[in-house]
């Protein structure tokens, strides 16, 4: 019999993919140059110039080991250089044993949170939030539990979470920088979550893991970005380079258990089984291999900086309210009337392809992303200005 839940989301398409798909139809009917596709994350700057020499001089490799299976957990060269590169970078005194490859963040998250939490639990996330959450953590059969970000600046919001930890939460996800709204949890901010949950994770008796989903890690204009491993003991860090090293189609990422966690020989076994029972077989050992020799990469952000003051100073002109980023590549727009979809259908009406945001748990709002040409942003000017006459009228 078919499982009426998969039947229910293959059906509902994420709404992120389901507007791509669309605008690379309407792109066939009406010309590339003519359909402003801001739907979906799919970085517009190339990857490095050292992943393509890199992936060159592994084609000498004997093809045998070159695409081979790895154990599960990834290369241990490899895990090894991750783990070289958050001490590096972060003090924190990281070890291979705690590095788990992954195919990408998704599988990283996926994982996560199968590997911490029971069917039946509480798992917290801050809305606006990336929308395959609440797939993957209904997926485990636990409940999703959402908590508006403060209003005022997008920081977290530690009164309401203060309240929404029950004893059934096992953990609290969070994303900064942050897809949809671009805003990065301060130092303050993680500090006063790092106290929160060790207070409530005396309070209940159990830990409360902390997921922290950080694709967008490295995509900063002038923000620090805390590493929030270093504030709080019982964290998960999900990783990949998919934005970094502009690789998402090579599904390339990791997970990384706390060294300092209490229970992190536990916690690491956890992550092996459920990669195991989420068929995972390994990651993409091309990439690990790409990895090993490319972490150090730096992440070109200038493209993405340039984009971001030309979309903010054209909308600043046409009197768009939006929320400042000071990471990723996202704008998080006002919609012009309260129902987000039916403004996303306006726009639509001229091959402006903006994602409403009630995916994300939000209303009223849309995300545009700015990963794409600086000339797709300028041309798109025009169709914003003729969006908001038509509500003029
Ligand atoms: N988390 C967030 C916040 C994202 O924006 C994305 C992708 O856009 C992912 C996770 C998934 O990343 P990956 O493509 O590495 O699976």
């Keep these: 019999m078919i499982n009426n839940r998969m039947l229910v989301l293959g059906k509902q398409p994420n709404p992120i993919r389901a507007l791509y798909a669309y605008g690379l139809q309407r792109k066939a009917q009406v010309g590339e140059q003519n359909v402003f596709d801001l739907s979906i994350g799919n970085p517009s700057i190339p990857a490095p110039p050292q992943v393509r020499q890199c992936i060159e001089s592994l084609l000498e490799e004997p093809p045998e080991v070159l695409h081979g299976y790895t154990m599960s957990p990834g290369l241990m060269s490899a895990r090894e250089a991750v783990a070289a590169n958050l001490q590096r970078r972060f003090g924190i005194p990281a070890t291979a044993a705690n590095v788990y490859m992954t195919s990408g963040a998704t599988s990283a998250l996926y994982i996560s949170v199968a590997a911490i939490t029971n069917p039946g639990d509480e798992v917290i996330v801050n809305a606006p ?3 395959e959450y609440k797939v993957m953590i209904e997926s485990a059969g ?14 977290l919001d530690i009164d309401t979470l203060r309240r929404a930890i029950t004893s059934q939460t096992s953990a609290v996800v969070i994303n900064s920088p942050n897809n949809p709204v671009g805003c990065v949890y301060t130092e303050e901010t993680i500090k006063a979550l790092a106290q929160l ?5 005396d309070e209940v008796g159990h830990p409360i893991y902390l997921i922290s989903d950080e694709p967008y890690r490295e995509i900063v204009y002038g923000a620090q970005v805390p590493f929030t491993a270093n504030y709080y003991d019982n964290t998960i860090v999900c990783y990949s380079w998919a934005k970094s090293l502009s690789l998402p189609g090579e599904r390339i990422g990791y997970i990384y258990v706390s060294d300092r966690m209490q229970d992190a020989a536990d916690v690491v076994y956890a992550v092996q089984g459920a990669g195991r029972s989420l068929g995972y077989i390994c990651a993409p050992a091309l990439f690990q291999r790409v990895i090993e020799q ?3 990469s730096p992440t070109d952000v200038e493209a993405y900086a340039r984009n971001r003051a030309l979309f903010t100073a054209g909308l600043d002109e046409l009197g768009y309210t939006y929320i400042p980023p000071d990471g990723a590549f ?3 727009v006002k919609a012009l009337e309260d129902d987000a979809q039916a403004f996303s259908d306006r726009a ?3 091959d402006l392809l903006l994602v409403p945001s009630d995916c994300f748990g939000a ?4 995300r545009a992303s700015y990963c794409v040409s600086a000339e797709t942003i300028e041309r798109s000017l025009p169709a914003w200005k003729a969006l908001k006459e038509s509500y003029a009228r």
Aim: proline share 6%.
């Design 129 to 131: 939030y990336f929308p």
């Design 142 to 155: 636990c409940i999703c539990v959402e908590v508006p970000m403060r209003h005022s600046d997008f920081q």
């Design 197 to 201: 949950l060790r207070e409530k994770q």
């Design 294 to 296: 490319c972490i150090d």
């Design 330 to 332: 996202y704008l998080w």
């Design 348 to 350: 639509k009406e001229f």
């Design 363 to 366: 209303k009223g709002w849309v």
